[in-house]
């Protein structure tokens, strides 16, 4: 090949490129930089110029209690999400992959949710968490135990949002370790037969170490949705009662337009981005340690 | 009835299928029945009058008042237009300009290719709507603010559709492009009739993610949209059923089954296909 034709395919590849990059820098690298931009200033009054104020919005925030009750929930949040709804899709493509009449169904039923807008999953679950009207108070009062105030009580209104949560995730984790069970080669588990090894030693000795990447790999998408995905906090919650079920998207879209404090919501926008960057980090050193693509 | 005793459990293998359901099969079916009572409760308090909501009586009254009601309180004819238009201009924009770029990416000596291709991948991470607050700015610059096109465009430059076109695209021996250039194709035909058609399962996988994920995408179609004129069916819904507004909820049943039936109906026709799009876009 000519260097002049080395030449042009470099331009065409670049042409080609181009539609992407010109997207994805609209659209993704140039509010990146903009956020952190905005974190390091106050916006001037009346058409005055922005004033650099370095790490100052991040100090305000940082004495914000509310932003810590937030991120906290947050993190209970996913330490309340994120091993429950694995343990459970481990447990269901366990159940999916066995001998099981009605296998069909049941895999079916678990992976439903799944495919809700999380919407209409809020809508619905809205139906059981009601105070006076809703499905689990009715069914306590029948059994003459007085009912809970699901969603708006502060101490129980978090672990109904994480209820809730689970039940949409589970199913989607739950394909990823069924294909992984899938191609565990039979011949372990009849090896493991003949040497008489129990299913429960089998399973913590043979499957679940083989199933580490699959588990690492949920994990990172959990960890993900787990800052990304607020949408059913609009029905559910809106964040209360006084900010108990709030979640720092949700409290981001809170300041950007409710409270029209786009300085402060730039701030909080900087903090998931970095926790974003841990999680892209975990995944492109631990997980594709393992998985080479070329 | 001819069950097995517990301790038996070890016994020739055919005994196991006249016994009574294992703890295990049990515990499955109950997981599972947990699992899909949601939904079926929807469908209940969705075609019954709302004054069994939590009265399950077997003679209950089936009605479709609910989703006539719904139907005429909120325009979701149009919100349904909307997403329809949403998500085919989404994804069409997607296997374009995706294409265009997996196909460089795999194929053409662009300086500093690596590099770039990582800073592709960080929209894996950094997805439009965790920076909501600076792309509204940017979506009111461009003017599409309470546009489809405003919901959609942000979406269309997608890392995920790029990897997975990128290494469909690698896997395409060299010798059938050569062939193609022999015959006097130029690349873009080259792509055309050599790349996109041997990559089809890729786009059909890719697709039926993209679809799903955009007919139930809510914070930012929420946040760019003001009015019914490009509202998705998400966004009309969640209007529609704030608690605030004391909709009845049976209504609300309605249209929350209305807004997911496409979807669900076309899931559990095609189970198989959607299942493996998930795991197919998700292996990277």
Same mark, same amino acid.
């Given at each position: 090949?000519?260097?002049?034709?080395?030449?042009?395919?470099?331009?065409?590849?670049?042409?080609?490129?181009?539609?992407?990059?010109?997207?994805?820098?609209?659209?993704?690298?140039?509010?990146?930089?903009?956020?952190?931009?905005?974190?390091?200033?106050?916006?001037?009054?009346?058409?005055?110029?922005?004033?650099?104020?370095?790490?100052?919005?991040?100090?305000?925030?940082?004495?914000?209690?509310?932003?810590?009750?937030?991120?906290?929930?947050?993190?209970?949040?996913?330490?309340?999400?994120?091993?429950?709804?694995?343990?459970?899709?481990?447990?269901?493509?366990?159940?999916?992959?066995?001998?099981?009449?009605?296998?069909?169904?049941?895999?079916?039923?678990?992976?439903?949710?799944?495919?809700?807008?999380?919407?209409?999953?809020?809508?619905?679950?809205?139906?059981?968490?009601?105070?006076?009207?809703?499905?689990?108070?009715?069914?306590?009062?029948?059994?003459?135990?007085?009912?809970?105030?699901?969603?708006?009580?502060?101490?129980?209104?978090?672990?109904?949002?994480?209820?809730?949560?689970?039940?949409?995730?589970?199913?989607?984790?739950?394909?990823?370790?069924?294909?992984?069970?899938?191609?565990?080669?039979?011949?372990?588990?009849?090896?493991?037969?003949?040497?008489?090894?129990?299913?429960? *030693? &089998? %399973?913590? /000795?043979? $499957?679940?170490?083989?199933?580490?990447?699959?588990? =690492?790999? @949920? +994990?990172?998408?959990?960890?993900?949705?787990?800052?990304?995905?607020?949408?059913?906090?609009?029905?559910?919650?809106?964040?209360?009662?006084?900010?108990?079920?709030?979640?720092?998207?949700?409290?981001?879209?809170?300041?950007?337009? *409710? &409270? %029209?404090? /786009?300085? $402060?919501?730039?701030?909080?926008?900087?903090?998931? =981005?970095? @926790? +974003?960057?841990?999680?892209?980090?975990?995944?492109?050193?631990?997980?594709?340690?393992?998985?080479?693509?070329? | 009835?001819?069950?097995?005793?517990?301790?038996?459990?070890?016994?020739?293998?055919?005994?196991?299928?006249?016994?009574?359901?294992?703890?295990?099969?049990?515990?499955?079916?109950?997981?599972?029945?947990?699992?899909?009572?949601?939904?079926?409760?929807?469908?209940?308090?969705?075609?019954?009058?709302?004054?069994?909501?939590?009265?399950?009586?077997?003679?209950?009254?089936?009605?479709?008042?609910?989703?006539?009601?719904?139907?005429?309180?909120?325009?979701?004819?149009?919100?349904?237009?909307?997403?329809?238009?949403?998500?085919?201009?989404?994804?069409?924009?997607?296997?374009?300009?995706?294409?265009?770029?997996?196909?460089?990416?795999?194929?053409?000596?662009?300086?500093?290719?690596?590099?770039?291709?990582?800073?592709?991948?960080?929209?894996?991470?950094?997805?439009?709507?965790?920076?909501?607050?600076?792309?509204?700015?940017?979506?009111?610059?461009?003017?599409?603010?309470?546009?489809?096109?405003?919901?959609?465009?942000?979406?269309?430059?997608?890392?995920?559709?790029?990897?997975?076109?990128?290494?469909?695209?690698?896997?395409?021996?060299?010798?059938?492009?050569?062939?193609?250039?022999?015959?006097?194709?130029?690349?873009?035909?080259?792509?055309?009739?050599?790349?996109?058609?041997?990559?089809?399962?890729?786009?059909?996988?890719?697709?039926?993610?993209?679809?799903?994920?955009?007919?139930?995408?809510?914070?930012?179609?929420?946040?760019?949209?003001?009015?019914?004129?490009?509202?998705?069916?998400?966004?009309?819904?969640?209007?529609?059923?704030?608690?605030?507004?004391?909709?009845?909820?049976?209504?609300?049943?309605?249209?929350?089954?209305?807004?997911?039936?496409?979807?669900?109906?076309?899931?559990?026709?095609?189970?198989?296909?959607?299942?493996?799009?998930?795991?197919?876009?998700?292996?990277?």
């Amino acid at each position: 090949m000519t260097l002049n034709a080395h030449r042009k395919m470099q331009l065409y590849g670049a042409l080609l490129l181009l539609p992407a990059a010109l997207l994805l820098t609209t659209f993704a690298y140039l509010p990146t930089v903009t956020t952190v931009i905005n974190s390091l200033f106050l916006p001037g009054f009346r058409g005055e110029p922005a004033e650099f104020v370095g790490v100052e919005n991040y100090q305000v925030l940082f004495d914000d209690p509310t932003f810590w009750q937030v991120a906290r929930n947050n993190l209970i949040y996913a330490l309340g999400t994120i091993p429950t709804s694995i343990a459970l899709a481990l447990g269901m493509a366990l159940f999916v992959n066995g001998k099981l009449p009605g296998r069909g169904f049941v895999r079916m039923a678990y992976f439903t949710p799944t495919i809700l807008p999380m919407i209409a999953a809020a809508n619905i679950w809205m139906f059981f968490y009601a105070p006076q009207i809703g499905l689990f108070n009715s069914l306590l009062d029948s059994l003459g135990i007085p009912g809970v105030n699901w969603l708006g009580d502060p101490s129980v209104a978090l672990s109904s949002v994480i209820v809730m949560s689970v039940w949409k995730e589970a199913g989607f984790f739950m394909i990823f370790y069924l294909a992984a069970l899938q191609s565990i080669p039979p011949e372990l588990k009849e090896a493991a037969d003949l040497e008489g090894t129990s299913r429960w *030693s &089998f %399973f913590w /000795r043979v $499957t679940f170490p083989l199933l580490m990447p699959t588990t =690492l790999f @949920v +994990l990172i998408n959990a960890l993900i949705n787990s800052v990304r995905v607020v949408d059913h906090l609009f029905i559910l919650t809106k964040g209360g009662p006084n900010n108990a079920t709030n979640l720092l998207l949700y409290y981001v879209y809170e300041n950007a337009f *409710s &409270f %029209f404090d /786009r300085t $402060t919501a730039a701030t909080i926008t900087v903090v998931i =981005l970095i @926790v +974003l960057a841990v999680v892209a980090t975990l995944k492109f050193t631990i997980l594709d340690r393992r998985t080479h693509y070329q | 009835m001819s069950s097995t005793s517990s301790t038996s459990k070890m016994v020739a293998p055919h005994s196991r299928f006249v016994s009574v359901p294992s703890l295990e099969t049990v515990a499955a079916w109950l997981l599972a029945i947990i699992w899909v009572f949601p939904l079926l409760y929807a469908f209940w308090a969705a075609f019954h009058p709302s004054e069994f909501m939590v009265n399950f009586s077997l003679f209950a009254p089936l009605t479709l008042e609910n989703f006539t009601d719904a139907w005429s309180q909120a325009p979701f004819a149009r919100y349904y237009l909307n997403t329809f238009a949403l998500v085919t201009g989404v994804v069409i924009g997607q296997f374009i300009v995706c294409t265009l770029a997996a196909f460089a990416f795999a194929r053409f000596p662009i300086p500093g290719k690596n590099v770039l291709f990582m800073l592709v991948l960080i929209q894996l991470f950094v997805f439009p709507e965790v920076l909501i607050v600076e792309n509204y700015a940017i979506a009111s610059e461009l003017g599409l603010i309470n546009t489809i096109t405003g919901i959609g465009l942000p979406y269309v430059a997608s890392a995920l559709g790029i990897f997975l076109l990128r290494q469909t695209f690698k896997t395409i021996p060299r010798e059938l492009e050569d062939a193609a250039r022999i015959e006097g194709c130029n690349w873009l035909e080259i792509l055309w009739k050599v790349y996109v058609p041997l990559a089809k399962p890729t786009y059909l996988a890719y697709g039926l993610v993209s679809i799903s994920h955009h007919w139930n995408n809510f914070i930012w179609p929420l946040v760019v949209t003001n009015s019914v004129e490009s509202r998705p069916l998400t966004v009309g819904l969640g209007v529609f059923s704030a608690p605030e507004t004391g909709v009845n909820w049976a209504t609300v049943s309605a249209a929350t089954l209305l807004s997911i039936a496409p979807l669900l109906v076309a899931f559990l026709l095609f189970q198989r296909q959607f299942v493996q799009s998930f795991l197919r876009a998700g292996i990277r």
